[in-house]
């Protein structure tokens, strides 16, 4: 099945022209750079490029996992996408040996089979985001921590240190996740010593627990120490927004409502269904066993609703909800396995009910997978619309860069505002953060972005970018799609409006890629006055 998904997204890729957009390009264009650098250049030289050119907040192994399969495969934006399918895979393993751990083989096998039919999850597998990656680092942690024993083996012990390092420089928000889960094996710790803290952590657990720490440590560091400022400036942005800000997207909340329809119902089902078999019928035993697994998937969904996040981080957990789903699906066949009495046919009972259940899944999956994407954009799927071959982006960007450079030039350009609304703003200023070329691109700007603040005076600019999809019938509609920035972005079209008779249209550039896969045309206004 890891291999059919493999194969899969490698064939999606192949027909699919549309280019990386927004953070996703960025990362992108980070990696390649830092790739480039690593060919050309001693190795010193390119930690100072990495640390010059990667403006994230978040950690960077979105950006080293892509570099370690640029060698196998070159460096395009598919290679990029298909890094996270390696991440899937961890999953799909994680997951196996995870449900095998906590009861059975029989639950490993259905907690890794259920996981191809999560909605949703194959785009997320061929999509450069860090959700797959985080997911991977949650289940092998846990993994890892359920086998250490809770830190009494060194070497999982060691390798729990590892994983969560490896997590934490994925997402800042990794420990959001691991850590009730912590907290839930201590509990159930101090419980069965009766609270004798001595007997739970003794000399061997505390050199561990140490031993662990220290190789967190050693991994996140130089990138967290380095980058401290902006971790707090970014926090303290996000914290501001998701406390302002009830709805973040209509794609947020289709997303949400399809995974709670489809994937959620049969955990909420299972939970209902151990807590009772366990608390009143007291019928096995081994569903025990389910309950810090129950409690930390709980745990994680109302930290994560209280904080000022947005329901797109209940996506890493998803995976990890399978083992409940796999557990449900184990404990029902078992159950008709002893209305039969064929317990001798177990094996078989198993193999004619997984071929049923995988050919309903296939269809049903298929059928709302495309709903899924098709919540994410209308032209994701679309393959035969002739829009743009938009994986030709770049040669458009190099010409965007091309003609900036020459105006700097010849005209001596230093100031120059870009009010477009896609991924080009990003990545054109990615192109002169070492250059002596001031540029801001309000519009690519997440929330209460500083760059707003920016634009105080804007004849102050020497080149102002604009397009067709800015003119005036357009700009309502423009702004429709960005309800949060309405107020600025209303503001900087007024101030341009008032200020576009002291510039002149110097250069047009025609079908160039702008907002939502679309082509345009980009004008080029040059200041006026402006000494050549």
Known sequence: MSIFIIINNCNILKKDNRSLQEDSFGYFFISKHMYKSLQEEPFTQTIKNFNDIYFKSDPPMIVFQAILLYPLFGATQDTALLSISFSFILIVFGLYFLGEKIINVYVGFFSAF???????IRYFSRNFNSAIILSSFIILSALFLLHSKFFKKRNFSILFGISFALGMMTKITFFIYITPLIVILILQKLIDKKFNIKNVFNNKRIKNI???????????????????NKITTSSKVVFQVGKNIQKITDVDYSIYYILLRIFLIPTIIGIIYFFITENIFKIKKQNKKYTPIIIWIISCILILKILPSNNRYIVPLLPLMCI?????????????????????????????????????????????????????????????????????????????????????????????????????????????????????????????CNEYNLIKNIDEYDLIIDSDINFPENKQNMISNFPIKEEKIKNIFTRWQENKEKYELIKKLENVPLYNFQNGTLYFYIKKNINS
């Open 210 to 228: 140490f031993l662990s720490l220290i190789i967190i440590f050693l991994i996140i560091s130089p990138w967290y120490f380095s980058n401290i």
């Open 114 to 120: 259920f996981v191809f039919f999560i909605p949703g």
């Open 324 to 448: 409940i789903i796999g557990g449900l699906y184990f404990e029902i066949i078992e159950k008709i396995i002893y209305i039969i009495k064929k317990e001798k046919n177990k094996s078989i009972i198993f193999i004619i009910f997984t071929f049923v259940l995988l050919t309903f899944l296939l269809k049903y999956t298929d059928k709302n997978d495309s709903k899924f994407v098709n919540t994410l954009g209308n032209n994701y799927y679309n393959y035969e619309t002739g829009i743009i071959n938009s994986k030709k982006f770049e040669i458009n960007h190099k010409n965007i860069h091309d003609t900036i450079q020459n105006l700097h030039d010849e005209k001596n350009i230093t100031n120059v505002l870009m009010m477009q609304f896609s991924h080009l703003g990003e990545v054109i200023k990615l192109s002169y953060r070492e250059g002596d070329i001031i540029f801001h691109s309000p519009f690519s700007c997440e929330p209460m």
